[in-house]
């Protein structure tokens, strides 16, 4: 039996882009049989993600593209999101829970994006994120 297709979409970097790019995936976990939750945990991860690729990752900058890439089958969909910017250090992000910095606005997605996938890993350079959500993954997780 053969995996799931891998579909793949490229967008220029302007926030209006990213609800048709959201909706396409999460109506692919949805044909693959995910329930409400985990739909939910998937748009709410996907929001942060392509929202960041956009903003930080581009700069907002249209000549600059966001590549998306994703499969989903009745176990697990994940999910790839790169951008073209330099790319940052996700260690380097501060506890967004930390009493220092519950004013501060940096660092509350990606800490979303950890606690509503089963898996979130970012590449050496830190310009590409590849979300996992597995069917059986509770909602919310705490590491």
């Known amino acids: 039996m053969a995996g799931p297709q891998t579909q793949t979409l490229e967008f220029p970097s302007?926030?209006?882009?990213?609800?048709p790019a959201q909706h396409a995936i999460v109506e692919a976990a949805r044909a693959a049989g995910f329930d409400d939750k985990s739909l939910f945990a998937i748009r709410l991860a996907l929001d942060e993600a392509l929202t960041n690729a956009v903003?930080?990752?581009?700069?907002?900058?249209?000549?600059?593209?966001?590549?998306v890439t994703y499969a989903a089958d009745a176990e697990r969909i994940t999910i790839t999101v790169e951008d073209q910017g330099p790319g940052f250090a996700p260690a380097d992000l501060p506890d967004p829970t930390a009493e220092e910095n519950l004013d501060r606005p940096h660092g509350r997605g990606v800490m979303l994006m950890r606690a509503y996938m089963t898996e979130v890993t970012?590449?050496?350079?830190?310009?590409?994120?590849?979300?996992?959500?597995?069917?059986d993954c509770p909602l919310p997780r705490e590491d």
């Open 14 to 19: 302007r926030l209006s882009e990213v609800p």
């Open 122 to 135: 970012y590449n050496d350079r830190g310009n590409r994120v590849t979300l996992t959500k597995a069917r």
């Open 55 to 67: 903003r930080h990752g581009n700069g907002s900058d249209p000549t600059k593209h966001v590549t």
